[in-house]
């Protein structure tokens, strides 16, 4: 079992920068893939950042290209997400996600079993 637990949401204006954390304990996963999806009311979950440990690759959504940093430290097993230059259209609930998921899968909601409780961000205009 693996338990996933998120941090550092909050309520920013425009323009500013927010950064999360998601802590992972339990089982070790041995080339997989971490996530951060983002789930706007009336929307569907989408991914924002993943990454696969096997290979170290990387996937940014295009709306968050530029903005958004997704980093892993593995000495502490956690998974961070740093938000600048925020914007409204970035208000969302953001989920940390992590599974033995082939890179193909890895921006696939459905393909992951392992998900954090959420941290709300809330961008004004």
């Known amino acids: 079992q693996v338990q996933l637990v998120e941090s550092g949401g909050g309520s920013v204006q425009a323009g500013g920068s927010l950064r999360l954390s998601c802590g992972v304990s339990?089982?070790?996963?041995?080339?997989?893939?971490m996530a951060w999806f983002r789930q706007a009311p009336g929307k569907e979950r989408e991914a924002v950042a993943t990454i696969y440990t096997g290979g170290l690759r990387r996937y940014y959504a295009d709306s968050v290209k530029g903005r958004f940093i997704m980093s892993h430290d593995n000495t502490k097993n956690t998974l961070y997400l740093q938000m600048n230059s925020l914007k409204p259209e970035d208000t969302a609930m953001y989920y940390c996600?992590?599974?033995?998921?082939?890179?193909?899968?890895?921006?696939?909601?459905?393909?992951?079993?392992?998900w954090g409780q959420g941290t709300q961000v809330t961008v004004s205009s």
């Open positions: 996600a992590a599974d033995r998921v082939s890179w193909s899968f890895c921006d696939l909601d459905l393909a992951f079993n392992y």
């Open positions: 339990g089982n070790t996963l041995d080339s997989y893939c």
